[in-house]
């Protein structure tokens, strides 16, 4: 027995050497992992402020920067700083680093600094302010290292009471209980909660004897069971649900549908009103016979046109998907403003197409493109009841969808300013709601921005507005290019 305590002794000890040294390197590794992310967050807080607070100094101004730096702050463990080159030591931006950081900086690369020991010890990470030349002003970040000091010494305690519980275990089991008592009934389970999560439970475990592992046997068992029942009335629960939703969404397209009749008068009006101006051309014969010709051209258009129109407007309650292929947008909205141009000057507005010699190539469906360029151009004729000027400009830029800065990517953007009464910014917020009208009852049914909206969202592009009061709007349509 005494050989057999030995080896058991000295098994029991390399494990726990094992473990040491294990937990040991894992430990240091760790702490490394958590001084690298604190210094990566800390470096990432500090370019989010460099680039942030110019902005808010330049639109705002410096007051409005330090509010934001006040709200930013977390308490003593994070801090952030607008920081200063060349002021005075009394001033509170002033910072004190050595010489070469501060040619760094001047140059514009970050720099970072340890300053203080033990629990007082801090990192800084300081960056100049994005675009300023010469560099003047700096984004100071700083994260205490105390959370890092005070990890480590719980994790080294970690190690002592981890080695020392595993060495008294490990000899108690291999003495009291033997590694083939525990072993396979352990096995068993494993394998048990393996079959559980991959979704198998339909099979039963049984372990013979009346002990801790024979009871979670029979307790897997019966969560087996629950498990079963919980999945069949989640299924018929989900089942119901989805059945509901069906319903709701079906009831909601008819609805709209029926909402949509009203729609219609508003929708057509721009073709009636070009049918009707050339159809008096005609009628007047006092045009050659080919722009007579051209009149009747124009007018047949326009038939088909409102048979597109209404044909959209019901796809806008389907939700039917445009047919899309390669084309030119400056030629659409060529060809619209031609369209629309006697409507501007019974109102006394000025339509003024900007040429884009290279053209403004996108994948559309060239029909709802054209109602996209009608709704916002007839928006800015009536936004300007003593007459003006409309602006249409497409051009190529690098955009990103808002909210979302890191999708940036080749776009044709399609601008349609006017000089009008411009969009109060209470209502700016709800523009693009289907039904959502300012018009007087019977002018307008709050559905030309919608569907403008929808057709731009499943070209995959965007529009953005730009309004005040007294001067005027800006829509701003924007499809990815192809290039």
């Known amino acids: 027995m005494r050989l057999a305590r030995k080896l058991i002794l000295a098994v029991v000890l390399f494990m726990l050497l094992i473990i040491i040294a294990h937990d040991y390197s894992a430990v240091r590794e760790d702490i490394r992992d958590y001084e690298q992310r604190i210094a990566d967050d800390v470096a990432t807080l500090g370019y989010g402020l460099s680039v942030t607070l110019p902005e808010v100094v330049r639109d705002s101004g410096p007051a409005a920067a330090e509010a934001l730096i006040e709200r930013r702050n977390m308490g003593d463990r994070i801090r952030i700083r607008w920081a ?7 001033d509170k931006r002033a910072v004190d680093l050595p010489a070469p950081l501060v040619e760094d900086l001047r140059l514009g690369h970050p720099a970072r600094v340890v300053r203080g020991s033990g629990p007082s010890a801090r990192l800084f990470v300081y960056r100049p302010f994005a675009g300023q030349i010469p560099v003047h002003d700096l984004a100071e970040a700083s994260e205490s290292l105390a959370p890092l000091r005070e990890r480590a010494r719980r994790r080294l305690i970690g190690i002592v009471v981890e080695s020392a519980a595993i060495l008294l275990l490990s000899a108690l089991a291999a003495v009291a209980l033997g590694l083939r008592m525990v072993a396979r009934p352990v096995q068993k389970l494993v394998a048990q909660a393996r079959r559980i999560g991959a979704g198998d439970l339909s099979e039963r475990l049984q372990l013979a004897g009346h002990h801790e592992l024979s009871e979670l046997a029979a307790e897997m068992n019966l969560m087996c069971d629950r ?56 009628s007047s014969a006092e045009g050659t016979p ?62 003024h197409l900007r040429p884009t010699p290279d053209g403004a190539r996108v994948r559309m469906d060239e029909g709802q493109m054209q109602q996209v360029i009608t709704n916002l151009v007839l928006n800015a004729i009536q936004a300007m009841p003593a007459g003006g000027r409309v602006d249409i400009e497409l051009g190529e830029e690098r955009a990103s969808r808002p909210g979302h800065p890191a999708d940036e990517r080749a776009c044709v953007r399609l601008s349609i300013a006017d000089q009008g009464v411009g969009i109060a910014p209470d209502v700016l917020a709800h523009i693009f709601e289907p039904f959502f009208t300012t018009k007087d009852v019977g002018e307008g049914t709050g559905l030309g921005l919608s569907v403008c909206y929808g057709i731009v969202e499943e070209h995959g592009g965007w529009i953005t507005v730009d309004s005040s009061l007294g001067k005027g709007s800006r829509f701003n349509v924007y499809l990815p290019a192809v290039t």
């Open 84 to 90: 200063a080159l060349d002021v005075p030591p009394t």
């Open 227 to 282: 498990l079963i029942a919980a999945r069949d009335e989640l299924a018929a629960e989900s089942a119901a649900k989805l059945a509901v939703v069906e319903q709701v969404r079906h009831a909601d397209r008819l609805a709209t549908v029926g909402q949509l009749a009203s729609g219609v008068a508003h929708e057509l009006g721009t073709p009636l009103n070009v049918v009707a101006g050339y159809a008096k051309m005609i």
């Open 290 to 351: 080919d722009e007579d010709r051209d009149s009747a051209r124009i007018i047949a258009e326009q038939a088909s046109r409102m048979t597109a129109i209404i044909r959209q407007l019901l796809n806008f309650a389907r939700g039917a998907k445009p047919q899309l292929a390669t084309g030119d947008l400056a030629a659409v909205a060529g060809r619209t403003v031609t369209m629309l141009t006697h409507l501007g000057t019974q109102h006394h507005v000025e339509l």
